[in-house]
Each structure stands twice: as C-alpha cells, then as structure tokens.
C-alpha cells in the first residue's frame, strides 16, 4: 500500500508542477534548448569539442569525490576549478573569438540547422577510400605533390573557413585536376569530411619539431606533421621529388618505400583509421597485415 501511495503522491506532485507551467516557461524552454544546440553546433567545428568532453568528465568525477566524501580530492578539484575558467578561456581564445563571430554574422536559419555529423554509410566511405587511393596512385606515379587530410573526431573548421569549399563526390581524377602544378589550389590541403572533398586549398599549421624532422622532407610534409601534432586527423602526402607517399597521423609520419606496395597498405590503414558511424558496418573485421614501413618518431 505504501507503494501505491507513493506512486499517487508522485502523480499529483507532477500533475501540480504541470499545472503551474506557463506560456512564458514553455518559451524559456525553448529558448535554452536552442542556446544549448547552437553552442553545441559552433564547438563541433573546433578543438573545443574535445575540450567539452573533458570538463564533463572532470565534472562527473568531481561529483562522484563528494559523494565519497574524499577531503584530499575535494580539495584539489576546488582549486583546479577556480583557475580552470580562465586557463580555458586564454587556451582557447581563437576559438572563443571565431564562436561569438559566427553568432554575430550568421543567420538565423543556419543557428537552428540539424546537428547530424553526416558520416555516410559503408558505400560511400568505401567510394571515398577507393577514390583516395587510386588518386595517390597516379599521383605517385606522376610525382606530383598532394597533401589530403582526413578530418576525423576533432573538427577543422578553422582552417576550412579560410579555403575554398567545394563540398563534392571524391574521385581520382577531382584529385589529380585540384594537385595539378597549373591548378589555383594546388599548394594547399584538400580537407575531406563526411566521405567527401569538402574543401581545398588549405594551408596547414608547421611542426613545431622541424629541428628533428628529416632535412629531405619538404614543407608539405612538416605540414602534414604539423596538422598531426595540432589533431586527430590522418594526413595523406605525395611528394613532388620521389613520388614516396607518406601518412601522418599523432605526430608520427610512416613512409612507404618503393619496394612495398603502398596501394594495398594505404587501403589498410584508411579502413581502419577513417570515421565510420554506419551501423552496417563489418564487425570483427580481420585486418590485413600493414607492410612496414619508414618511421619518423617525434
């Protein structure tokens, strides 16, 4: 009978609460909802998106040292807190900065647009893989210089914002019309997101370690380093001089030599490494054995 009478107090608690609701609460709702959904779209484009996933975690593990009561902990979680809003807010200042200025110019439409991450399913990430592959095969064959960058969980729209958007199908020869030495866009990076060529000519950020890189590898090479060390992106490189393709990925840039089969081994490592969101997706996939390749540690 408690039970019961539990279950009825709560009902009519939540009848009263209900009942109390007004037009101007409803628009309140409304309003943080989408406050909260606008904030979530502008952080997706930037490295703050990371950064949000850690200070819930942080938060959560705050919450769980009071619950438990440890003095020590309790302490320093306090005092990280204290000095954690403004160390943030000087780290992040760029993206901070870029955040209010899109507030300011877009329009409202594009605030309230669907947050869907549009990965794609399994045909078109295999198209894209495909379309990668053979392009750095011609390219290689040809030596001629590319620089592609797979954008991964951390977004890129820092750097997409100040290149070219060409939001098109990937296909070799797209590939090979964009790192063409006659092409407008061909010294910078193409970007690709969601399975597509999103955009080009895109500069990327230089290592900070050039003192430790091979004084052989060339500027698209320290920039695919850079873009690395910067992200969690995988970054493709052809090089002009050898025709040598390179892929860099946490600061590390593994070359494939002449004597391996750098189709087969870029294949491997793109169906392992690119976003893939699709629910038909294989599981327990058997990968295939990477051939080995020139490492160059940071």
Known sequence: MEFFSYISDAFSNLVRVLMSITVFDVIDILLLAVLICVIIKLMQETRAEQLLKGILVLVALFFLVQICQLKVMSFLFQNFFQVGLIAVMIVFQPELRRMLEKVGT?????????????????????????????????????????????????????????????????????????????????????????NRIYAAGCFLPITNKGQYVDADLGSRHRAALGMSENSDALIIVVSEETGIISVAKSGQLTRFNNEYNPKEALTNILRDEMPDDSKAKTKGRRRTKRPQGGTDAE
Do not use: W
Request: with cysteine.
């Open 106 to 194: 877009a329009k409202v439409p594009n605030l309230v647009q669907s947050l869907d991450n549009g990965m794609g399913d399994v045909q078109a990430r295999d198209k894209c893989i495909h379309g990668i592959v053979d392009a750095c095969e011609r390219l290689s064959r040809t030596r001629t210089g590319a620089l592609i960058v797979i954008e991964r969980q951390t977004k890129l729209g820092n750097i997409i914002e100040q290149s070219t958007v060409i939001n098109s199908d990937p296909s070799p020869e797209l590939f090979c019309n964009l790192f063409y030495n006659k092409a407008p866009l061909h010294d910078g990076a193409v970007i690709i997101r969601n």
